[in-house]
């Protein structure tokens, strides 16, 4: 099969589904109805910039609102398309109800460069996007609540939300209507890296179950295991960062747009991502070995390779000479549906995007209750934890007759703040879903692959939607 007769993003993705349909007692009509986007809108708008009209095009896509709102990020690129946002908005729908967060699937995109333009312009884009969003009753609280993507974060978030309380001044919780926003605007300690810790959460909780590390053919944890990481932007960065921080794991790679960098010893991440900020690329960085094609790295051997960049990075051209153990897709799509067939066939386990790229949305959802319910997490427990734990501390220290020492008395008595609760809770997401696709594979005899396991998982919990409430 060449390259140009792969499927669509989008039809990759349904093409995911019925795999995990085809192990399913579901009639061809719920399967149809599951599958379909429910509304898709474009957007084209003029915004005058330094004198000169430009017109912008922009889409939104739900696929499903069996819950709500529905949920999904927003990117700025040139390449975005139709096609591609459909997909990323039925990949939410999957994506929320492998980890139990109840948010329907939406996404939305705007054909822009970000670079190309100056803060005041992409400010005045962003309001004006987010207007015709809103009138057009794609963005809210209660309905349709965006999130960052690529080319977007935590500032244009806080220029939705403020577009949005302007317009609707009396909604008092506009606040959640994005998320991602930064913490001195409604949003949550935890949430900018809360993608690339999921991955890390993700990985963790995969070698816990030795039977599971042995099928891909390493053994014990993930100390000491080499890993190539396509893209440091935020989820790249941070789940490489935390892997090497954390758990001891080798980062040997890091492939950006203008090339590799190579080191077997193990790169240090945050160095390799300081240099990138004061440069604006990876060459000339020293203590590494350069690699000019950095898609030839992707080839290169290692123990877990985490493509945390863009959809179709490997593709039935290249992943017969994919050389590794374990892929933990870390960004959507970056399996082609023709590429995940080969790397089955030849013994690769796949960690499913589905999965492991869902610390960011369940984060969100940890953001939009706070939000909703308009109280930070942990203040109204954190101090009553404290005293408890000096309870149990002098209690300790009365029964025994020995001083606990100030260290471990200061671990006892600290209550938890809200970034420890954000990420307690993501951890929890992440082991839960884990373990429901690693019992539907034992369960089911037909399930035989995380991503077949994640999608059944995900398509039983939407369907009961749709048959035992009749969400037509």
């Given at each position: 099969?060449a ?5 669509t993003?989008?039809e ?8 995990a ?7 061809a ?6 599958k ?10 003029p ?16 696929h499903?609102?069996?819950?709500l709102?529905?949920?999904g ?8 398309d139709?096609?591609?946002?459909e997909?990323l908005?039925?990949?939410?729908t999957y994506?929320c ?6 948010f ?6 705007l054909?822009?460069?970000p670079?190309?333009?100056?803060r005041d312009?992409l400010?005045?884009i962003?309001?004006?996007?987010t207007l015709e ?5 794609y963005?809210?609280p ?8 690529v080319?977007t ?5 806080a ?17 959640a209507c994005?998320?991602?926003?930064p913490?001195?605007?409604?949003g949550?300690?935890?949430r900018v890296?809360?993608t690339?810790r999921g991955?890390?959460?993700a ?9 599971d590390v042995?099928?891909?053919g ?5 100390e000491?295991?080499?890993i ?15 892997l090497?921080e954390d ?5 040997t790679a ?10 077997d ?7 390799v ?5 004061e440069?604006?690329?990876?060459k000339?960085?020293?203590?590494a ?10 080839e ?6 985490i ?5 179709g990075q490997?593709t ?7 050389d590794?153990k374990?892929?933990a897709?870390a960004?959507?799509?970056p399996?082609?549906?023709g590429?995940?067939a080969?790397?089955?066939e030849?013994g ?8 492991v790229?869902?610390g960011?949305?369940t ?24 005293m408890r ?6 209690l ?5 007759g020995?001083s606990?020492?100030?260290k ?5 008595t600290?209550?938890?703040s809200e970034v ?9 997401t992440m082991?839960l879903a884990y373990q429901s696709m690693?019992e539907?594979?034992?369960e ?5 692959d995380?991503?077949?396991?994640a ?5 039983e919990?939407?369907s ?8 037509y």
């Amino acid at each position: 099969m060449a390259v140009e007769q792969e499927p669509t993003f989008r039809e990759s993705v349904d093409l995911m589904v019925d795999r995990a349909l085809a192990t399913m007692d579901l009639d061809a009509g719920t399967q149809q109805a599951i599958k379909s986007c429910n509304s898709v809108i474009q957007i084209r708008f003029p915004v005058k910039i330094k004198g000169e009209i430009e017109v912008f095009t922009g889409w939104r896509a739900v696929h499903s609102n069996h819950r709500l709102p529905v949920k999904g990020g927003i990117r700025y690129a040139s390449y975005a398309d139709q096609d591609e946002v459909e997909a990323l908005a039925a990949l939410m729908t999957y994506k929320c109800a492998i980890v139990d967060v109840p948010f329907g699937g939406s996404k939305g995109a705007l054909q822009i460069d970000p670079s190309k333009y100056d803060r005041d312009a992409l400010e005045q884009i962003t309001r004006r996007f987010t207007l015709e969003l809103v009138r057009k009753g794609y963005l809210s609280p209660s309905e349709n609540v965006p999130a960052p993507d690529v080319g977007t974060g935590q500032r244009e978030m806080a220029w939705m939300a403020d577009t949005y309380k302007h317009l609707h001044p009396e909604d008092i919780n506009y606040m959640a209507c994005v998320t991602g926003k930064p913490v001195n605007h409604g949003g949550i300690r935890g949430r900018v890296e809360a993608t690339g810790r999921g991955v890390e959460y993700a990985l963790q909780e995969f070698f816990r179950h030795p039977a599971d590390v042995g099928h891909a053919g390493m053994s014990g944890t993930l100390e000491g295991k080499r890993i190539i990481v396509q893209g440091l932007g935020n989820v790249g960065y941070h789940a490489a960062k935390f892997l090497s921080e954390d758990d001891g794991a080798l980062i040997t790679a890091i492939i950006e747009r203008d090339g590799a960098l190579i080191n077997d010893k193990g790169l240090k991440v945050e160095a390799v991502y300081q240099y990138i900020q004061e440069h604006g690329t990876i060459k000339g960085y020293p203590d590494a070995s350069f690699e000019a094609d950095g898609k030839v790295v992707l080839e290169k051997s290692c123990d877990i390779l985490i493509p945390a960049a863009l959809e179709g990075q490997i593709t039935v051209e290249n992943a017969a000479r994919i050389d590794t153990k374990l892929i933990a897709e870390a960004a959507n799509g970056p399996v082609t549906f023709g590429a995940d067939a080969i790397l089955r066939e030849r013994g690769i386990t796949i960690m499913p995007d589905a999965y492991v790229n869902a610390g960011g949305v369940t984060v969100s959802y940890f953001e939009w209750i706070r939000n909703i319910s308009h109280i930070r997490f942990g203040r109204m427990q954190r101090r009553q934890d404290e005293m408890r734990g000096h309870q149990i501390a002098n209690l300790l220290e009365e029964v025994t007759g020995f001083s606990i020492s100030d260290k471990v008395k200061k671990d006892v008595t600290s209550g938890a703040s809200e970034v420890d609760l954000v990420r307690s809770g993501l951890d929890d997401t992440m082991r839960l879903a884990y373990q429901s696709m690693r019992e539907k594979m034992l369960e089911n005899g037909r399930v035989n692959d995380l991503r077949t396991a994640a999608y059944v998982v995900a398509l039983e919990k939407v369907s009961r939607s749709y048959l035992d409430i009749g969400v037509y």
